[in-house]
């Protein structure tokens, strides 16, 4: 059965650094997402993406965020200058049809130094 | 702005009982809700997705009911195992928006 992929599974950084998380989701799928999870805490969505575009953001989400789709499989989140409250697990999902079921990736843990 | 709350945060069980896990949100405006299930230091796996014009859903063991109007949703489980043992998180998707919103979790170890 077809699965989210992320790579890398840790990521450690030096606070300013900028940091690109790689996610692959499954081929049939339109419409992605990322999400965070800080020890301890829910999961919070950060951004969806759908035909080349955001479509919706959170609060989270600010010009250090951006996501990217530069080819047909990858999809991408970068942080540009990383802070120590960024550290947390990121999550990237995806699915057929929007308002539906989301399918998740096992996740990168970032830990900013 | 949806709030979700799972009760209990915790629960510990012997193996072979059946169990309720229990959600509940605050705006009932939503297109449907989500079952996952995490593993320490892991992903989400989706367990059931439940259609807001649905009262349940059902696969395998586990039943998923929801009631729209009055904010909640049960997981039931039957004749639980310890690999069942996992946290289990409910997320609504709220109408008009495509983001799952989700509660912080019942943690849940079924003892051999």
């Known amino acids: 059965e077809p699965e989210v992929t992320q790579t890398p599974s840790h990521q450690v950084t030096q606070m300013g650094q900028e940091v690109i998380l790689r996610c692959v989701p499954i081929?049939?799928?339109?419409?992605f997402y990322w999400y965070r999870q800080i020890l301890g805490q829910k999961v919070e969505f950060l951004v969806s993406?759908?035909?080349?575009?955001?479509?919706?953001k959170s609060e989270i989400f600010d010009d250090q965020f951006s996501v990217e789709r530069p080819d047909g499989s990858n999809f991408t989140l970068k942080i540009r200058s990383t802070k120590l409250e960024d550290s947390a697990m990121y999550f990237c999902?995806?699915?057929?049809?929007?308002?539906?079921?989301?399918?998740f990736g096992p996740g990168t843990r970032l830990t900013v130094l | 702005k949806q709030e979700v709350t799972q009760i209990p945060a915790a629960l510990s069980v012997p193996e072979g009982e059946n169990l309720v896990l229990n959600c509940s949100f605050t705006?009932?405006?939503?297109?449907?809700l989500q079952w996952f299930r995490q593993d320490p230091g892991k992903g989400l796996t989706s367990l059931l997705l439940?259609?807001?014009?649905?009262r349940e859903q059902t696969s395998g063991r586990l039943n998923a009911s929801l009631d729209k109007s009055s904010g909640r949703s049960t997981l039931y489980i039957a004749a639980s195992q310890p690999g069942d043992s996992a946290t289990y998180l409910c997320?609504?998707?709220?109408?008009?928006?495509?983001?799952?919103?989700f509660g912080k979790g019942t943690k849940l170890t079924v003892n051999p």
């Open positions: 999902a995806g699915g057929k049809i929007i308002y539906n079921e989301q399918f």
């Open positions: 081929s049939n799928h339109l419409y």
């Open positions: 993406f759908y035909n080349n575009e955001i479509s919706e």
């Open positions: 705006d009932s405006a939503i297109y449907n």
């Open positions: 439940i259609q807001s014009s649905q």
């Open positions: 997320a609504p998707i709220q109408g008009g928006s495509e983001k799952l919103v």
